[in-house]
């Protein structure tokens, strides 16, 4: 694919534990290195590129005025917003830190789309959980323009890949009522789950491990949207509740803090 015609990508990580870059590197259909090198154009990551100091920040600078309007903004993490973003800095120019919070707020707003990715960015999540003392908020609580949410903790590899190659081919997906692309969000859990036959017949598990339905044990499945049971994790083989583990409902606006207790004895 000529260069010009993949997408311009400037990544962002934020207040987050990288999970969900280790969830892209997992991409199969296509390949990390096909993605990389056909899909899109990563200019800036403060994880992956080679790039360090000034030399990162002025490629930063450079590939946002350069490609203004045309480039998506993939934010990784939540934004700190206590102590004026303080809390979470992306780099230091002439000793001033630039946060979290004043690197996405510009950025968003040269940015042809904004991505989300990984449910802290979406809408705060585990950075965010109680009692959130350094105030994240999701990305879309600090810009006033669309956010495409590609929430999970982490990110399905395919739910990420697939919503860029959206943007790239097709334009912006369809969104569900938490801006996801409905194309992985739009059903629940529960309405696909190989187990689902238990819980109609109300035959639970008695505890972990059991075979029955795991409602029981707290699973989230029925409010939580998310293709996991037919698209499945770790090359396709296998998602929670087929490892014998409830759904925590990993992709929820409210996650982690509305599925807690994880486990209902
Ligand atoms: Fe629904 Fe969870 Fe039971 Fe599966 S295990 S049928 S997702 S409640
Ligand atoms: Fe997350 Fe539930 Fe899928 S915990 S990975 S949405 S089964």
Sequence with gaps: KNKRNRLPV??????DSGDNNISFMNTTFPYLGQVLSDMIDLHFSNTFMAAQGPDALNILEQVSLLYRDRFTLVVEGAIPVNNNGLLCSIALTNNRPITALEAVTNLGNLAQYVVAIG?????????????????SVGVRDV?????INVSGCPVNPDWFVGTLAHLLMYGLPELDRLNRPALFYGYTVHRHCQRRSYFDKQDYAEKPGDIECMFS????????????????????????????????????????????????P
């Design 119 to 135: 449910t802290c960015a979406s809408f705060g999540g585990v950075s965010a959980a109680r009692p959130n003392i350094t105030g």
């Design 10 to 15: 400037i990544w962002l990580e934020t207040n």
């Design 143 to 147: 810009l006033s323009r669309e956010v």
């Design 217 to 264: 044990q707290g699973c989230m499945g029925p409010v939580t949207g998310a293709d996991c049971p037919y698209r499945q994790w770790v090359n396709y083989t296998n998602w929670p509740v087929k490892a014998n583990t409830p759904c925590i409902g990993c992709t929820n606006e409210d996650f982690p803090d509305g599925s807690a207790p994880f486990f209902t």
